[in-house]
């Protein structure tokens, strides 16, 4: 008797470890189709964290390009301003004093380090100055 009670256990073994494989089965196929579920679901939100990094990223260049579009603009009035006056200095220059200026550029010296003129002016003449006051202001 005992033989058979333990042949009738041993078949109630098997059907339950079948029905534990089944389980096991149902629960590996509901984790993998969910866990692909969440996987596209976070592919999701790194795309849409992604796109959002992108536009702060480009609303970031474009006011950056802006600022260097206006610091550009500030720069060529002010080098077309520099050239202007470059020229008029150049052509109230007496040949006396275009012959020092280009020594001392060719020597390396500063023209505009000393605070007394490269010549004498002539009495009578008016000479014209650099405006080195006013050039800071607008910078």
């Known amino acids: 008797m005992r033989e058979k009670g333990l042949a009738g256990a041993?078949?109630?073994?098997?059907?339950?470890a079948?029905?534990?494989k089944l389980l096991f089965r149902e629960l590996e196929k509901h984790l993998k189709s969910s866990s692909g579920a969440s996987v596209v679901a976070i592919d999701?939100?790194?795309?849409?964290?992604?796109?959002l990094v992108k536009s702060h990223l480009m609303y970031a260049v474009r006011e950056?390009?802006?600022?260097?579009k206006e610091q550009i603009k500030e720069l060529i009035e002010r080098n077309?301003?520099?050239e202007q006056e470059n020229n008029l200095l150049k052509t109230l220059a007496s040949p006396e004093q275009m012959a020092q200026f280009q020594a001392q550029?060719?020597?390396?010296?500063?023209p505009t380090s000393t605070a007394q003129p490269l010549l004498p002016v002539p009495a009578?003449?008016?000479?014209?100055l650099p405006s080195t006051q006013n050039s800071g202001s607008s910078a």
């Open 64 to 68: 950056e390009v802006e600022v260097l």
């Open 124 to 128: 009578g003449s008016t000479q014209v």
């Open 44 to 51: 999701n939100k790194i795309e849409q964290a992604m796109d």
């Open 80 to 82: 077309t301003q520099l």
């Open 10 to 16: 041993g078949g109630a073994k098997g059907r339950d």
């Open 18 to 20: 079948m029905a534990l």
């Open 105 to 110: 550029v060719q020597t390396g010296g500063s």
